[in-house]
C-alpha cells in the first residue's frame, strides 16, 4: 500500500511539473499563441487611436478570481510600467469597464484579446499559476500587459531576418502561422530601436516546436536571454515611452 501511494504521489508530481513547464504564452490555441483578434503590427502599432487616451488604461480585476498574492502581483505589473513610462492604471467604475481591461483566469494559459487600444471592452487571461510560473510570472503579466498597450512580438519584427533564423522544418505545422512575418498592409514601428533579443515580447528559443528543437536560432550574439519573462528590456521600455510620447521621449 505504501508503494503504491508513494508511486501515485510521483506520478502526481511529475504531472504538475509537465504542467508547470508548458509555456502558458503557447498553449491556449490563439494567433501567435496568446493573441485572439491578431493585428501584424510589427512590433508596436503606429496608429496612435490605438494608443489608450491619454495613456490612461482603465482596468478591472475579476471578483474571487485570484488570490492575495495573485492579485497583488498584478497590480506589481502595474506599477513596474508607471514607474517606466507615463502610461497610468486606473481602477475602472461601472461606467468605464466598457472601455476596460478586465484581467480574468477563465481560459487556459495566457493571452490578450487584442493589440492596442479598441474602444471597447477587453480581455487580459492569466491562467492560475504559483507565483513564480506559468502566467504568474513577471514578465509574463508585462508581455500580456504590452500586447495590451500595443505591441506585438518581437519575433515578427520586419528585420528579423538579419537577427534570427526560423527554423521552419522544426515548427508543429499548423502553428508555422505564428511565424510569417510577411503583411504590409498594418502601419508598424520599431521606433528606432534595434532587433531586441531581451525583450518580454520576444518567444523562447523553442516556441511550437514539434521535436525539441530550436525553432527560433539567433544569428548574432546576445541572445543569452531571448525569451525572457522577468522583466522588460531597456528596449521595451524605450519603445513603450516612445508610443505613447512620454515626456523626454516626444
Known amino acids: 500500500m505504501f508503494k503504491l501511494i508513494v508511486a501515485l504521489i510521483s ?7 509537465s504542467v508547470l513547464l508548458q509555456d502558458p504564452e503557447l498553449i491556449g490555441g490563439y494567433f501567435q499563441g496568446d493573441i485572439v483578434e491578431p493585428i501584424r503590427s510589427r512590433n508596436g502599432i503606429a496608429n496612435p487611436q490605438r494608443n489608450w487616451p491619454n495613456g490612461v488604461v482603465y482596468y478591472h480585476i475579476e ?13 506589481r505589473a502595474f506599477s513596474i510600467i508607471e514607474e517606466n513610462s507615463c502610461v497610468f492604471f486606473k481602477k ?3 461606467e468605464e469597464r466598457k472601455k476596460s481591461i478586465l484581467i480574468t483566469s477563465k481560459a487556459v494559459g495566457c493571452h490578450a484579446i487584442f493589440v492596442g487600444f479598441r474602444n471597447n471592452s477587453y480581455v487580459v487571461n492569466l491562467g492560475h499559476y504559483p507565483l513564480g510560473f506559468g502566467c504568474f510570472r513577471i514578465g509574463s503579466i508585462l508581455h500580456e ?6 505591441f506585438e512580438h518581437q519575433h515578427v519584427a520586419q528585420d528579423r531576418d538579419e537577427y534570427i533564423s526560423i527554423q521552419w522544418e522544426n515548427i508543429i505545422p499548423e502553428f508555422k502561422i505564428n511565424f510569417i512575418n510577411n503583411d504590409t498592409t498594418t502601419k508598424w514601428h520599431s521606433f528606432g530601436e534595434s532587433y531586441d533579443y531581451d525583450s518580454v515580447m ?4 523553442t516556441a511550437f516546436s514539434k521535436n525539441g528543437k530550436p525553432t527560433i536560432v539567433a544569428l548574432k550574439d546576445g541572445a543569452s536571454n531571448m525569451g525572457q519573462r522577468w522583466g522588460m528590456s531597456a528596449k521595451d521600455i524605450r ?8 515626456p523626454g521621449y516626444v
Open 202 to 205: 520576444h518567444y523562447v528559443p
Open 11 to 17: 506520478l502526481l508530481a511529475k504531472e504538475v511539473s
Open 92 to 94: 475602472s467604475t461601472e
Open 239 to 246: 519603445k513603450l515611452n516612445k508610443m505613447y510620447k512620454c
Open 63 to 75: 471578483e474571487n478570481a485570484f488570490g492575495v498574492r495573485h492579485y497583488a502581483e498584478i497590480l
Open 145 to 150: 500587459l504590452l500586447h495590451a498597450l500595443g
